[in-house]
């Protein structure tokens, strides 16, 4: 057998067991869902066994029977979910950029530990970080307090249970997704670049428009995909922040499963948020790819 022969049987080999456990647990259990989004919802809960289009309809519109029927909630839901996610990557954005930017100045030993502090979150529960959030924005909570205490209020404000109160968790929750594809590439910036662009008489916010931007182009678009994804489809964070008053698309789908039992009707909403993140992603691709032309 020839040497680039036995590495493609390697190579082959190497592959075969990521490659069967992504074919058995997450293409599977998306077939599944596929299958029972086009199903009737069992009287029990469950499914029955029988074609039907309405689960869909109910949230598109066409949905117009006994049972079935489009109810516009459902749209306006996901549409939320959709500008709480972007509200979420813009304001990681914000947060992001000029951290990175001013860690990556730093000198090694200061900027190993920097980013290491972006990281501890992931150390301690999820739940534990978003009930400090609570202590936080309550009616009593620090926040208000404080603002009480500096007279910029005479009574408290409601931060708890608000669009604010998921974006703010949500946008501390996913900061490291947005921090380190961000950091990578201003790390690669070439500062001759930015030092010929001032010499040559550029403004700095030419210099940023048509130095810094492009260069680090890639990292906010990867950053903004990895952020908008989980963003989207989250529900802890609306669940312990948002309450009752604050419903995304994840915690509708969460309901129709385990409380409504409506498991065709939940695997429609799950396949309308697959539809989103695919093409978000597809725009990725193309975006990634026009950049790259350009450059």
């Known amino acids: 057998m020839k040497l680039s022969d036995r590495k493609t049987w390697n190579l082959r080999a190497l592959l075969a067991a990521p490659t069967a456990f992504l074919l058995i647990f997450f293409f599977g259990p998306l077939l599944i869902m596929v299958v029972y989004s086009f199903l009737t ?5 469950g499914v029955d066994w029988t074609f039907s289009h309405l689960n869909y309809g109910r949230i598109l519109g066409w949905a117009d029977t006994k ?3 489009f109810d516009p909630v459902f749209l306006w839901i996901f549409l ?3 500008r709480l996610a972007a509200l979420t990557v813009l304001t990681c954005v914000l947060v992001s950029y000029p951290a990175a930017f001013w860690i990556s100045r730093m000198p090694k030993a200061r900027r190993n530990m920097a980013i290491f502090l972006v990281t ?3 150390f301690v529960s999820l739940i534990v970080r978003l009930f400090a959030w609570v202590l936080i924005l309550r009616p009593t909570g620090f926040l208000n307090q404080g603002l009480m205490g500096l007279g910029l209020t005479s ?3 409601e931060f ?3 669009d604010f109160a998921v974006i703010v968790g949500m946008t501390y929750v996913f900061i490291p997704f947005m921090f380190l594809p961000l950091y990578a590439s201003i790390e690669k910036l070439d500062s001759s670049q930015i030092e010929a662009s001032m010499d040559l008489g550029a403004t700095r916010f030419q210099t940023f428009r048509k130095v810094v931007l492009p260069a680090t182009l890639p990292g906010i678009i990867g950053g903004s995909v990895i952020t908008f994804i989980p963003s989207l489809g989250n529900f802890i964070v609306p669940s312990v922040l948002g309450g009752a008053k604050v419903v995304m698309i994840g915690n509708l789908i969460e309901q129709q499963f385990l409380s409504a039992r409506n498991w065709p009707f939940g695997s429609a909403l799950a396949m309308l948020v697959m539809a989103a993140v695919l093409c978000l992603l ?3 691709l193309k975006l990634a790819r026009t950049t790259e032309e350009r450059a």
């Open 160 to 162: 708890l249970y608000t």
């Open 282 to 284: 597809l725009a990725q």
């Open 155 to 157: 009574e408290p404000l």
């Open 67 to 69: 049972y079935e029927k």
């Open 80 to 82: 939320r979910s959709l």
């Open 41 to 45: 919802p069992g009287i029990y809960g």
């Open 120 to 122: 501890l979150p992931f």
